[in-house]
């Protein structure tokens, strides 16, 4: 099954697609976006293991997340990879605007499920904004590594997403999760509409 079809029905139900004029500004400081992008891998990855170390003992989310870890970390040392390749710094990690709105949203309190589904959900909603950001990349970057470099991380983030979705239905009650995401789809709306658009900011 591609990816395409694992995520039918399920990609991407953002309520609010990117502004088109922020692939204009990117391509125009596409260092910037580069910088930035390996410290959201960076943190994707840590965010994994932050899941895994404090829920050791669900065995499919050890099993389904430890080799997103893996990825997550490719991406980051191929992002670096691509700056060393243009002679470009690495530079000092940015204030994530975006993720930062998005953790007010998690509820407090609850069962330690309610607890790991918010986070799940969050992530899964991060993934499908970087997806949908990849695919801009992809379709609007005149460099040609750059732009296939895009199109295969798009489609990681399309299965990481689902990845994240799944695992909340398996610890939670599908119709509460449903319930919850699409709360979280109409907030991460409000971020959007209320973030500037930045050429140096992935999110």
Same mark, same amino acid.
Request: hydrophobic letters at 50%; zero cysteines; a negative charge.
């Given at each position: 099954m591609n990816w395409q079809e694992k995520t039918q029905g399920k990609m991407l139900r953002l309520e609010l697609p990117t502004?088109?004029?922020?692939?204009? %500004?990117?391509?125009?400081?596409? !260092?910037?976006? +580069?910088?930035?992008h390996a410290y959201c891998e960076q943190k994707a990855a840590s965010s994994c293991i932050s899941l895994i170390v404090k829920f050791p003992e669900l065995e499919k989310l050890v099993e389904v997340l430890t080799p997103v870890v893996a990825e997550e970390w490719d991406h980051f040392q191929r992002v670096i990879s691509q700056l060393r390749k243009r002679g470009l710094p690495f530079g000092k990690p940015r204030k994530d605007t975006y993720v930062a709105e998005l953790m007010k949203f998690i509820k407090k309190g609850g069962s330690r499920m309610e607890h790991l589904t918010e986070y799940l959900l969050m992530n899964a909603l991060i993934e499908a904004r970087s997806c949908e950001r990849f695919k801009l990349l992809w379709k609007n970057l005149e460099d040609e590594e750059l732009k296939a470099f895009y199109y295969e991380l798009m489609v990681s983030e399309a299965g990481h997403y689902v990845n994240f979705i799944d695992l909340a239905k398996t610890y939670?009650? %599908? !119709?509460? %999760?449903?319930?919850?995401?699409?709360?979280? +789809?109409?907030y991460e709306k409000r971020v959007m509409e209320s973030l500037e658009i930045r050429g140096d900011r992935m999110h």
């Open positions: 502004d088109p004029r922020w692939v204009d %500004v990117a391509k125009m400081s596409i !260092e910037e976006i +580069l910088v930035d939670f009650p %599908v !119709e509460k %999760v449903e319930k919850r995401w699409k709360e979280w +789809l109409i």
